[in-house]
């Protein structure tokens, strides 16, 4: 049978590109059983496998795709599409998806990819599958995670026993959708969407419906009718009882299952775990999906309960408290280089503070190269942090990145950098962690207090997500939700963060509410945070101090100086080329124009064309003082480097973002406030004339710029010190 899978598939109507993986698989290749093809994929190197096991064919095996990095970096993890779904081949007719069969091609996948042993980690239906392996398989299975089990045991549903499938009946509402006629000759997507919103009964979950409801969006309606009837033993599919099955296991065996299953009720879990002589743990508030709605919980549960299989003892090293020094972890975020400044200048501070402080980072590149140059000592489990800017530049089109999606689709780069974060904590002592913008630790956090551990300061310099115009009413629904989550977190658990920073002040924060029937951002955040002022890490230097700042910088006098920088990731480059186009003209109108482009760290100088009166230049550590020394600038739209600019009084052009929500609302906002630079469109940035006249012209410009303060890091730090 052929691969079936396409990477490009069809979503409510429109051709849409599946999200790119956060961890490729290390090995992949194809098993083939009675003809049936079944593509698998490994996963690091670690002296215990771990298999993934396929579930129902209504999606594939991303739906594993919060737990393979996490596992791969403690096990070896194999994962495989089960018949019928994913890139699996897909044989008709019911017989031919018996629960045996789905057991067999789990023995198959385990000879085609050299295991001779693992322990299978099972959600929903395929524990039946995983229960037959056990039992007939004894020395293949080293133990059993079963996660919402939906087996064939005596334990009554009445919503669902009511309308067989195989029968038609009057209505298609609620339970009765689940039913072979509706699916081929009613309102199959009807159906997908409301078995994932079954799924996923816990409130915000609208990412986790959005995904299933992608993947499953190439599973045709008669492939699972198929997968169905096998699975119930109807239309010629033959399977035993699984009661005297379970008798047969002798692996240990742990099931979780959630007490808001709406799939399967947890009395199922309960009984397997009774004729398995299995653990079993109730998941409050929890329904159906646990891997996709609670990653953090399933991961660690998944790893105790493998390590807890015969894997010799941990050595380790336990300090007195008293003796320990103090220590602080800083995760600055690596979504461009301004927090890292900032935060640099923060950490400094804070030594003043606390006298032989240590700070370690755990961070990614660009972040990694202020820190280097800055001396600081970054964690080597920073290793295992998975690149965000990478992620965002992959996002991108020409000066276009939506950032509310961008991030929405970050969710297995967050989950795992947020389980390295885990593992260094929980292995070290940190007497504080500050967490700048990093959005992975303050949400899973607030997921799963109980793994706070230490002091803990959140820092941002904007509050809100909102939504683009363009976006419509569903785009505003899912701002809306996401920002209602926080609200909701923040309300429960007030006291998780020790401290919130607001980096700079309340006339900075938007005007609006954070969607229909919540509070107004600005009195929410004044509710919620202190105040530091804006950190920009530097003293802005004065006329007398510019002057000797540019000759030390070898400008000329003669000249006029204008530096081009679109910011730490690779976002920026269209905006360098329109730059480029525009400069042949601006010298015309102004022949001592100079330009210095300044590349940053992603972008190689090498890649943009030479002109004459231009210098292109890679990552300058101290870009600040060349803003400072400029007579204009054009930016991207973020908020560190123009706020750079306004404190030094520089004149500068900023182009945002299209759909960049942060640099065309909240930065936006806070530059009008201080009455610094002139907004930009991309579009009109594009005409190299006109873009070549609002640099000359802007450079003429009278500034009228409010002073930033300058003792916002001190202020910040004073703050953070008084956790310590």
């Not at 996963?43 to 999606?59: A, Q, R």
């Not at 017989?95 to 929903?124: F, H, W």
């Not at 276009?400 to 991030?407: E, G, K, S």
């Not at 706070?452 to 363009?470: E, H, I, N, Q, S």
């Amino acid at each position: 049978m052929g691969l079936a899978g396409p990477l490009v598939r069809e979503h409510d109507g429109e051709m849409v590109q599946e999200q790119r993986r956060a961890r490729s698989p290390d090995r992949t290749g194809t098993a083939v059983r009675d003809w049936v093809s079944l593509a698998w994929e490994v996963y690091g190197d670690g002296p215990v496998t771990v298999l993934l096991m396929p579930t129902w064919s209504i999606i594939p095996s991303r739906f594993w795709k919060l737990q393979i990095p996490y596992l791969a970096r403690h096990f070896r993890v194999v994962t495989f599409d089960g018949r019928g779904s994913g890139r699996s081949g897909r044989p008709s007719g019911a017989a031919a998806y018996a629960n045996l069969d789905y057991a067999a091609d789990t023995v198959a996948v385990m000879d085609a990819t050299d295991t001779d042993s693992a322990v299978l980690v099972a959600l929903s239906c395929a524990v039946t599958w995983s229960v037959h392996v056990a039992a007939d398989h004894p020395e293949r299975v080293r133990g059993l995670f079963a996660i919402a089990p939906s087996c064939g045991l005596a334990v009554a549903d009445p919503a669902r026993e009511r309308f067989a499938w195989d029968q038609r009946h009057d209505t298609t509402d609620g339970w009765a959708a689940y039913n072979k006629h509706n699916w081929l000759e009613g309102d199959y997507d009807g159906f997908r969407r409301f078995f994932f919103e079954q799924m996923f009964s816990e409130p915000h979950s609208t990412k986790q419906i959005e995904d299933c409801l992608l993947w499953s969006a190439d599973i045709t309606a008669q492939t699972l009718c198929d997968t169905t009837a096998g699975r119930l033993g109807l239309e010629g599919a033959v399977n035993e009882p699984l009661e005297p099955v379970c008798a047969r296991v002798t692996c240990p065996v742990a099931v979780v299952h959630g007490d808001r299953d709406r799939i399967r009720p947890w009395g199922v879990g309960k009984r397997l775990a009774e004729l398995t002589g299995g653990s079993f743990t109730l998941l409050e508030g929890v329904g159906h999906g646990p891997p996709g709605r609670q990653p953090v919980l399933v991961n660690t549960m998944v790893r105790a309960f493998v390590e807890g299989l015969g894997r010799p003892p941990v050595r380790r090293t336990w300090q007195r408290a008293l003796d320990r020094p103090r220590r602080v972890l800083y995760l600055s975020s690596p979504i461009g280089l301004g927090h890292a400044r900032r935060d640099v200048a923060i950490a400094e501070e804070l030594r003043r503070c606390c006298p032989g402080l240590q700070v370690d980072w755990l961070a990614q590149h660009p972040v990694t190269t202020v820190l280097e140059a800055a001396g600081e000592r970054i964690h080597p489990a920073s290793q295992w942090l998975l690149n965000e800017s990478t992620h965002i530049e992959e996002e991108a089109s020409e000066h276009d990145l939506h950032a509310f999606r961008t991030i929405r689709r970050m969710d297995e780069i967050l989950v795992n950098n947020f389980m390295v974060f885990d593992d260094v904590v929980g292995e070290e002592h940190y007497d504080l962690v500050v967490g700048d913008e990093a959005w992975d630790v303050d949400h899973f956090l607030h997921e799963n207090p109980e793994r706070k551990r230490f002091a803990y300061a959140w820092m941002t310099d904007f509050v809100g997500w909102l939504p683009m115009p363009d976006g419509g009413e569903e785009e505003a629904r899912l701002t809306s939700d996401h920002n209602a989550e926080m609200i909701e977190q923040r309300a429960r658990f007030r006291q998780l963060r020790d401290r919130s920073v607001f980096v700079g002040n309340p006339s900075d924060i938007v005007d609006g509410a954070f969607g229909p029937g919540l509070p107004g951002i600005r009195e929410w955040t004044e509710q919620n945070f202190d105040f530091a002022g804006y950190v920009t890490g530097f003293e802005a230097p004065t006329r007398p101090e510019t002057e000797r700042l540019r000759r030390s910088l070898g400008y000329r006098p003669e000249h006029k100086l204008c530096v081009v920088t679109v910011g730490g990731s690779g976002v920026g480059g269209p905006l360098l080329q329109r730059v480029l186009d525009a400069a042949p003209l601006a010298r015309r109108l102004l022949p001592e124009l100079r330009f210095l482009v300044v590349c940053g760290p992603r972008i190689d100088p090498a890649s943009l064309p030479r002109r004459t009166g231009v210098r292109v230049r890679g990552y300058l550590p101290r870009l600040h003082d060349h803003l400072a020394a400029a007579d204009v600038a054009v930016v991207q739209g973020g908020l560190t480097t123009c706020m750079e600019l306004a404190s030094a009084r520089t004149p500068f052009l900023y182009v945002p973002l299209e759909h960049h929500f942060e640099q065309n609302f909240h930065v936006r906002h806070r530059l009008e406030r201080y009455g610094a630079g002139r907004h930009l469109s991309y579009g009109e940035a594009s005409d190299p004339g006109f873009l070549a006249e609002a640099i000359v012209k802007e450079l003429m410009v009278e500034q009228h710029v409010l002073p930033v303060e300058s003792d916002g890091a001190a202020r910040a730090a004073a703050m953070l010190a008084e956790l310590l």
